[in-house]
């Protein structure tokens, strides 16, 4: 087992990681940016390198740097984290001919599932559906009705030259498939100066779901069951848990074979993440394969008791895994909420500044993972993620109950946050059934805003009473060396943002 | 005093008064006591008779009140205000007025004093570009700047303190 691990990361994420090794008795190494020489992760660490300037280019993603580092500290493995090198096939590469162990899959497999067209090549030689359709552009149109046909309707007719819904049609019958293609035919190329349109199954209230596997170098390959992503906003996932109030166990089965398959297919090594669609009639197709720890890990754990991470070392560290797949059982309900720095009353804008305040919620089955604290500064470096709270209950609505509970009692001050976004969520009466999909967020998008800024008259009172209360406060003691004090956080602030 | 307090397009009318430590507010044939305690800076613990609130004071933007976690655009007017709204005045403007702040997030491209400069209402402080557009903004009250909390070139924040004059 490794003595000392290097975690080329910054956040939650690099948090997270170093946990799980100093409870395996490993020691941490962090590396920082500027903007990072207090950050938690720092903080945390038992050493800590300067790798460069705050952007990311000058140091997160400086490879040669973070190599040099993990040379002169003499760490034995290189812990990506997500996001920055984690699918770096060079950076993979490198690490290995530095003699250095990088705790992730085979540059190989990064370079298989990296690439959407490589990937979709790999799993057409499997038994694992992907989602049909024409390869090549239309050029024939009766060739392209009969595979219309094929597919079954409805299918979808999209831009091979761009994306963002221009020159898409749903087809439904093929009666209207010439007339339609002519159609998207037309708009592509007003769009894109490209009129080539293809054909691609179109799926019913698609689900986004995703199987957990883990793969060691023994030949070992089990999956960790499902995770529901389906709510999203600009493509990106809010909130996850697991299980899926939408597959049932037979299905399960099916997608998590499918899944360890996708996983022998590229040899892949380690912990990683198979993403598929379903549509309404369950019917799944493979979307990507994400090789690396995902965000949403945590999920996973708490209701299958596994150390994500502790499974990382170890398969890193040439031990078989310390699980079989009939060891693997799912307990109760997780629900996973990511809050990011972002205003989502406004369109989910980026937001800086100091966090004023902090309190951040506790109790039975409540999980926190972040990297944040009274007086930290969100910069516009980085990431907007603050933290993932993670509730854990008996069933599902227990969990949800748990969820509502924690979102009311987490308070972040100083910045907008999406905490009552999530809190929107957890109690919209469609997500609480379960019967979502991927459309959720379009679908009941204004009544989220509206569940967000609902107040009543007492709510109202309380705040014209506080706004009352505070500018009287600040009248009174505007000849004090209180009010310079008071006033000082936001020229502080300001000044900040002009150095760093 | 009487206020009306609108917020999230919601409207309500209340009498504030203070008694002791404590605020009275009176609405609707209701009285209500009102008592607020810092627990951080603009963080405070309310309670309204016995009804326990965590109450956030956004720092940058005055109008911004968050109520148990909820954000509120709220604003205050006094009868002094409700008198000049009638008057067809901006009330909103004369609450701010001194401290000038970015409205939006851009580029402050240009500023026009220097502290200890002499300025009139209406006079040209600073150009903000944001989207590609440049603001200009202008002096709500006459007076002398204090100080200046950013350079030409430099990127601001929504909220980010620009020039105080007094």
Same mark, same amino acid.
């Given at each position: 087992?490794?003595?000392?691990?290097?975690?080329?990361?910054?956040?939650?994420?690099? @948090?997270?990681?170093?946990?799980?090794?100093r409870?395996?008795?490993?020691?941490?190494?962090?590396?920082?940016?500027e903007?990072?020489?207090?950050?938690?992760?720092? @903080?945390?660490a038992?050493?800590?390198?300067?790798?460069?300037?705050?952007?990311?280019?000058?140091?997160?993603l400086?490879?040669?740097?973070?190599?040099e580092?993990?040379r002169?500290?003499?760490?034995?493995?290189?812990?990506?984290?997500?996001?920055f090198?984690?699918?770096?096939?060079?950076?993979?590469?490198?690490?290995?001919?530095?003699?250095?162990?990088?705790?992730?899959?085979?540059?190989?497999?990064?370079?298989?599932m990296?690439?959407?067209?490589?990937?979709?090549?790999?799993?057409?030689?499997?038994?694992?559906p992907?989602?049909?359709?024409?390869?090549?552009?239309?050029?024939?149109?009766?060739?392209?009705?009969?595979?219309?046909?094929?597919?079954?309707?409805?299918?979808?007719?999209?831009?091979?030259?761009?994306?963002?819904?221009?020159?898409?049609?749903?087809?439904?019958?093929?009666?209207?498939?010439?007339?339609?293609?002519?159609?998207?035919?037309?708009?592509?190329?007003?769009?894109?100066?490209?009129?080539?349109?293809?054909?691609?199954k179109?799926?019913?209230?698609?689900?986004?779901?995703?199987?957990?596997?883990?793969?060691?170098?023994?030949?070992?390959?089990?999956?960790?069951?499902?995770?529901?992503?389906?709510?999203?906003r600009?493509?990106?996932?809010?909130?996850?848990?697991?299980?899926?109030?939408?597959?049932?166990?037979? @299905?399960?089965s099916?997608?998590?074979?499918?899944?360890?398959?996708?996983?022998?297919?590229?040899?892949?090594?380690g912990?990683?993440?198979?993403?598929?669609?379903?549509?309404?009639?369950? +019917?799944?197709?493979?979307?990507?394969?994400?090789?690396?720890?995902?965000?949403?890990?945590?999920?996973?754990?708490?209701?299958?008791?596994?150390?994500?991470?502790?499974?990382?070392?170890?398969?890193?560290?040439?031990?078989?895994?310390?699980?079989?797949?009939?060891?693997?059982?799912?307990?109760?309900?997780?629900?996973?909420?990511?809050?990011?720095?972002?205003?989502a009353? +406004?369109?989910?804008?980026?937001?800086?500044?100091?966090?004023?305040?902090?309190?951040?919620?506790?109790?039975?089955?409540?999980?926190?993972?972040?990297?944040?604290r009274?007086?930290?500064?969100?910069?516009?470096?980085?990431?907007?993620?603050?933290?993932?709270?993670? /509730?854990?209950?008996?069933?599902?609505?227990?969990?949800? +109950?748990?969820?509502?509970?924690?979102?009311?009692?987490?308070?972040?001050g100083?910045?907008?946050?999406?905490?009552?976004? /999530?809190?929107?969520?957890?109690?919209?009466?469609v997500?609480?059934?379960?019967?979502?999909?991927?459309?959720?967020?379009?679908?009941?998008?204004?009544?989220?805003?509206?569940?967000?800024?609902?107040?009543t008259?007492?709510?109202l009172?309380?705040?014209?009473?506080?706004?009352?209360?505070?500018?009287?406060?600040?009248?009174?003691?505007?000849?004090?060396?209180?009010?310079?004090k008071?006033t000082r956080?936001?020229?502080?602030?300001?000044q900040?943002?002009?150095?760093? | 005093?009487?206020?009306?307090?609108?917020?999230?397009?919601?409207?309500?009318?209340?009498?504030?008064?203070?008694?002791?430590?404590?605020?009275?507010?009176?609405?609707?044939?209701?009285?209500?006591?009102?008592?607020?305690?810092?627990?951080?800076?603009? $963080?405070?613990?309310?309670?309204?008779?016995?009804?326990?609130?965590? $109450?956030?004071?956004?720092?940058?933007?005055?109008?911004?009140?968050?109520?148990n976690?909820?954000?509120?655009?709220l604003?205050?007017?006094?009868?002094?205000?409700?008198?000049?709204?009638?008057?067809?005045?901006d009330?909103?403007?004369?609450?701010?007025?001194?401290?000038? %702040?970015?409205?939006?997030?851009?580029?402050?491209?240009?500023?026009?004093?220097?502290?200890?400069?002499?300025?009139?209402?209406?006079?040209?402080?600073?150009?903000?570009?944001?989207?590609?557009?440049?603001?200009?903004?202008? %002096?709500?009250? %006459?007076?002398?700047?204090?100080?200046?909390?950013?350079?030409?070139?430099?990127?601001v924040?929504?909220?980010?303190?620009i020039?105080?004059?007094?």
């Open positions: 087992m490794f003595k000392k691990i290097l975690i080329a990361n910054r956040g939650e994420i690099a @948090l997270r990681v170093m946990r799980t090794c409870e395996m008795g490993i020691e941490v190494v962090a590396v920082f940016s903007a990072d020489r207090t950050a938690p992760h720092v @903080l945390f038992d050493e800590a390198y300067h790798i460069g300037s705050a952007p990311s280019t000058e140091s997160y400086n490879y040669k740097k973070i190599l580092v993990a002169e500290s003499g760490a034995e493995a290189i812990h990506p984290g997500y996001g090198l984690s699918e770096n096939t060079d950076f993979a590469s490198e690490v290995s001919r530095a003699g250095i162990v990088f705790i992730g899959p085979p540059a190989s497999a990064i370079k298989i990296g690439d959407k067209t490589m990937a979709r090549q790999t799993m057409l030689k499997t038994q694992v992907v989602v049909p359709g024409t390869e090549e552009p239309i050029a024939d149109i009766s060739k392209a009705l009969k595979v219309a046909e094929e597919i079954g309707f409805p299918v979808l007719i999209k831009a091979a030259g761009g994306g963002g819904g221009k020159g898409m049609r749903i087809v439904n019958s093929s009666d209207e498939f010439e007339d339609a293609v002519g159609k998207a035919e037309r708009e592509s190329q007003s769009a894109f100066g490209d009129g080539r349109v293809y054909v691609e179109y799926l019913e209230e698609p689900h986004h779901i995703e199987f957990q596997i883990l793969a060691d170098t023994h030949g070992n390959i089990i999956h960790l069951n499902e995770r529901e992503c389906s709510i999203q600009r493509y990106q996932k809010v909130i996850e848990e697991s299980p899926s109030p939408f597959i049932d166990d037979d @299905l399960r099916k997608m998590g074979q499918a899944a360890v398959e996708t996983a022998e297919s590229c040899k892949y090594i912990a990683g993440t198979v993403e598929f669609l379903v549509d309404k009639h369950r +019917n799944f197709y493979f979307l990507e394969m994400n090789t690396r720890l995902q965000v949403e890990h945590p999920v996973t754990e708490m209701v299958t008791g596994i150390d994500l991470v502790a499974e990382q070392i170890r398969i890193a560290s040439d031990q078989p895994l310390s699980i079989k797949q009939s060891d693997i059982s799912s307990t109760g309900h997780a629900i996973e909420c990511r809050i990011y720095a972002e205003d009353a +406004n369109d989910f804008a980026p937001s800086t500044g100091e966090i004023v305040m902090l309190q951040i919620p506790d109790g039975a089955g409540t999980r926190f993972d972040g990297a944040i009274q007086g930290i500064e969100i910069t516009p470096y980085y990431d907007p993620m603050l933290g993932k709270l993670i /509730c854990w209950a008996k069933d599902r609505d227990s969990a949800l +109950n748990r969820s509502e509970r924690a979102l009311r009692e987490f308070y972040i100083g910045i907008e946050t999406t905490i009552q976004f /999530c809190r929107s969520v957890v109690r919209h009466p997500f609480r059934d379960g019967t979502y999909d991927t459309h959720f967020y379009t679908n009941f998008r204004e009544e989220l805003h509206a569940d967000l800024a609902a107040s008259d007492e709510v009172l309380v705040a014209g009473g506080s706004l009352f209360h505070h500018q009287n406060q600040i009248k009174h003691s505007s000849n004090s060396s209180d009010s310079t008071k956080s936001n020229w502080v602030s300001a900040l943002g002009r150095n760093v | 005093m009487k206020f009306e307090i609108n917020g999230n397009k919601q409207s309500l009318e209340a009498n504030f008064t203070i008694d002791a430590n404590e605020l009275v507010i009176k609405t609707g044939g209701n009285e209500l006591r009102f008592e607020a305690i810092q627990v951080q800076p603009g $963080v405070y613990s309310v309670l309204m008779n016995n009804r326990s609130f965590v $109450v956030g004071v956004c720092p940058s933007e005055v109008n911004r009140v968050n109520v976690g909820t954000p509120i655009n604003e205050l007017l006094d009868a002094v205000h409700l008198h000049l709204r009638e008057l067809g005045w009330a909103l403007k004369e609450v701010k007025a001194g401290l000038i %702040s970015a409205q939006i997030p851009g580029l402050v491209t240009k500023i026009f004093h220097a502290p200890g400069d002499a300025v009139k209402e209406g006079d040209p402080l600073f150009l903000i570009e944001a989207m590609k557009m440049e603001n200009e903004i202008k %002096s709500p009250v %006459s007076g002398t700047v204090k100080r200046i909390g950013v350079t030409e070139g430099q990127t924040e929504k909220g980010t303190n020039i105080e004059i007094v």
